[in-house]
């Protein structure tokens, strides 16, 4: 595909239950990052891959929240044991570099929804 | 710690007028990029500043970076239907590996 593409496009899950989301970057972009976007407000970043290594997790709002990029490409976020105010839209965004040089391309997000 | 704050937070203009959206960064920024959200999409990129005092145009569209790269803004020009939507700008601060975006601003353009 052309563009970066997360899947599911929504979840919808109990309190307690773990979710995974998936997130394919662009074919060649080497930087990938996961942000958070609650209903109205701004994006939260949440993790920074460059490569399958990330040089900053600082984002991660706890450790019930967990990251990992394999073979450069895709890319999950794992969240164990969900709350409801996890509830919110997960968007994930590649770029050709990281360094921030490169603009970043986002896909369509998953709507997460904890019951 | 850092944070990156951006007013107006919401915008009603009438068709053709001008609107500007400014964003104030609390530490250096190596650069600045800024994007558009419309309503139930995904942001998508508008432009990158990298200089200070940079200045750059998209047709109705102007953006600025500060002397001292912690400020930006966004000024658009005879508003119309299609500028809808939500303008963030997202600072890039030195030595860190990630974009903190402001809190954006939403537009509502009255025909």
């Known amino acids: 595909g052309a563009g970066v593409s997360q899947s599911p496009s929504n979840k919808v899950t109990e309190k307690g239950k773990d979710v995974e989301l998936r997130c394919d970057p662009i074919?060649?972009?080497?930087?990938l990052y996961w942000y958070r976007q609650s209903l109205g407000q701004g994006l939260e970043f949440l993790i920074y891959?460059?490569?399958?290594?990330?040089?900053?997790k600082s984002g991660l709002p706890s450790d019930r929240f967990s990251a990992e990029r394999t073979g450069g490409s895709v890319s999950t976020l794992t969240i164990q044991r969900t709350q409801q105010e996890d509830s919110a839209v997960y968007l994930c965004?590649?770029?050709?570099?990281?360094?921030?040089?490169?603009?970043?391309?986002f896909g369509p997000g998953t709507r997460l929804t904890v019951l | 710690g850092q944070q990156v704050m951006q007013i107006p937070q919401y915008q009603h203009v009438q068709e053709g007028e001008d609107f500007t959206t400014y964003c104030n960064s609390s530490t250096t920024l190596s650069n600045i990029q800024w994007y558009k959200q419309r309503p139930g999409g995904h942001p998508v990129f508008l432009i990158q500043l990298v200089k200070s005092g940079e200045v750059k145009k998209q047709k109705r569209l102007t953006f600025q970076f500060g002397e001292a790269k912690k400020n930006s803004s966004l000024h658009i020009t005879a508003t119309q239907t299609t500028d809808v939507g939500t303008y963030f700008c997202a600072g890039y601060p030195s030595g860190t590996y990630k974009y903190i975006f402001g809190t954006g601003t939403r537009l509502k353009v009255l025909a």
């Open positions: 074919s060649g972009h080497t930087a």
């Open positions: 891959f460059q490569g399958n290594s990330a040089p900053d």
């Open positions: 965004a590649s770029s050709l570099d990281g360094g921030g040089i490169s603009r970043q391309y």
